[in-house]
């Protein structure tokens, strides 16, 4: 239960802090004294949007907070939510930082809140099937559903886009093969172009080349009778010899000479070598250039300018071909899963659609009762279950809630026939039965008695009543009999202070002041003495149907 409530600078409320008992606890105030106000702070505490048209004191934080008491082994648990200056909000739980989202889920078993005009969900097929799963215990199920329905949607999604990708790639991999295929066949070696370059200048100058080296060998050693360059310097070394004796410093040059005269003979071997081995070759020329012409040709395609960047296309290529292969692959293993998932889904739909089918008839018999005891004996309320094919968030059905109030009228679909009033009581009867299903430990009722008055809302209020003895209970009403029903009354007004600013402050009403507060409920702002009898007598007569 919902043991006490703190709210500060929120809207009106400057601060207030109120405690709750167990029962029904009535709030009433006359219209704009703020109880809409009371419920936009406990929604903001529950996850609502927030904004900084909250603050009062716009420098000052807003804080929320409520304390909820004999949850699991009497513990308490207390939320908070801080709007600070900056628009920054933060929420705690038990003082441990909390995300939105976990307060929202903590509400659901905390607390159902009926806000103002949620009757209007009455025509919201989404709506009736979540009224329906509650009644049935299909939240654990529903939850496996709605996780894998996200899950096939993401699968659908990815799929698409890797269908997408698969076609944009296909489309240039024929091109990207062809193009790699002939890089690859192309043989590529980085610094193969400067050698083929050079060996083509050779070849195509090798004539030329072979008989400047076979005449430099001659000149340095001829074959003829001519003295060679060899023979000179062993004659010149042999001279020399000859003083080394008497002068001895000479010994250097003769050393010099024979070095010179041996490096000739290998330059001259080398030389000759070479000419001999020199072929001129017209077949081995048309082959260098036609890998070189080659080698260009695939430079100027790609657009390049070394061999180096070639390969580097080639490389290129050949991942791209690869991230091809493995987008293919992935397409195939996401194809799968998908169609594991939604075989996962449809069981779960069909589980979902006969759990459904199941309860239905005694959800419309419950309902249809409860209908029936708010001045509406001849009411019908019916649920009607169609199976479709396409899947969403809630499964394969659609669902529609027909009602009838009179005696020999056919049902027709809720949200079209029935009056403000009659939607009225059909909700309470939906919170009620749910209520009753799911063991919540609070509800929150803000003007559910919406468009009913006399009897029947003396009626809605014994059924409060009744619910209030197993939960606790809030009823936000302007209707003295659903107000007179309450085990603790809480009166929401304002108040303007010394600066002249307005307030919204809350208080519980006893005795005379409550009398007083039904008895302008019942007459408007002039309260007679015959409104006060009036009241005094639907208090006592209440008060007495309480202590039985």
Avoid: W
């Amino acid at each position: 239960m919902l043991k006490s409530l703190t709210v500060s600078n929120y809207a009106l409320i400057e601060n207030i802090e109120v405690s709750f008992p167990r029962g029904l606890i009535i709030i009433t105030g006359e219209t704009g004294a703020g109880k809409s106000i009371l419920m936009g702070a406990i929604s903001l505490l529950f996850g609502a949007k927030a904004d900084l048209t909250i603050l009062k004191e716009r420098d000052k934080n807003c804080v929320v907070e409520a304390v909820f008491s004999d949850f699991g082994q009497n513990e308490e648990l207390i939320l908070r939510r801080i709007i600070s200056p900056s628009g920054k909000s933060r929420s705690f739980l038990n003082d441990e930082p909390v995300s939105l989202n976990d307060l929202k889920e903590l509400s659901y078993s905390l607390v159902d809140i009926h806000a103002q005009h949620q009757h209007l969900l009455l025509a919201d097929s989404g709506f009736q099937l979540s009224v329906l799963d509650a009644y049935a215990g299909n939240e654990s199920l529903l939850g496996r559903y709605k996780e894998c329905f996200d899950k096939v949607s993401g699968l659908e999604k990815e799929l698409k886009e890797l269908e997408e990708r698969v076609r944009k790639e296909k489309s240039q991999e024929e091109f990207n093969r062809f193009q790699y295929n002939r890089l690859v066949e192309a043989s590529l070696k980085e610094g193969e172009l400067e050698e083929l370059e050079e060996e083509f200048k050779v070849l195509s100058n090798a004539e030329e080349i072979q008989n400047s080296l076979l005449s430099a060998a001659e000149l340095i050693s001829p074959s003829a009778e001519e003295k060679s360059l060899i023979q000179s310097l062993k004659e010149a070394q042999g001279l020399l010899e000859r003083i080394a004796e008497n002068y001895k410093s000479v010994q250097e040059f003769c050393d010099r000479l024979e070095s010179s005269r041996l490096e000739l003979i290998d330059m001259e071997d080398d030389l000759r070598r070479r000419g001999e081995r020199m072929t001129v070759s017209p077949e081995k020329l048309s082959s260098l250039e036609d890998r070189i012409n080659l080698i260009y040709k695939l430079m100027s395609i790609h657009q390049v300018k070394s061999m180096k960047d070639l390969i580097e296309i080639r490389t290129q290529l050949e991942n791209s071909l690869q991230v091809t292969e493995n987008i293919s692959q992935e397409l195939e293993k996401v194809r799968a899963e998908l169609s594991a998932s939604s075989a996962e889904l449809k069981e779960l739909a069909s589980e979902l659609h006969e759990r459904r089918i199941l309860h239905c008839k005694e959800f419309t018999q419950e309902i249809t009762a409860e209908v029936r005891s708010l001045e509406m004996p001849y009411a019908v309320f019916v649920v009607d279950i169609e199976e479709r094919d396409e899947f969403n968030c809630f499964g394969k059905d659609n669902i529609l809630y027909s009602f009838s109030a009179n005696k020999n009228i056919e049902p027709r679909q809720l949200s079209k026939i029935a009056s403000g009033g009659e939607i009225s009581r059909i909700m309470l009867c939906l919170k009620s039965v749910l209520a009753k299903r799911r063991n919540m430990p609070a509800m929150i009722l803000d003007e559910v008695d919406s468009g009913v008055s006399g009897s029947i809302a003396d009626k809605m209020g014994d059924l409060i009543a009744e619910l209030s003895k197993k939960m606790q209970i809030f009823a936000i009403t302007h209707l003295p009999q659903i107000a007179s029903k309450g085990n603790t009354h809480l009166l929401v007004f304002k108040e303007i202070d010394e600066k002249n600013t307005t307030k919204t402050k809350i208080k519980e009403i006893t005795g005379e002041k409550r009398v007083l507060e039904l008895a302008r409920m019942l007459s408007g702002s002039e309260t007679g003495e015959a409104a006060i009898a009036n009241a005094r007598e639907l208090l006592g007569r209440n008060l007495m149907n309480n202590n039985k």
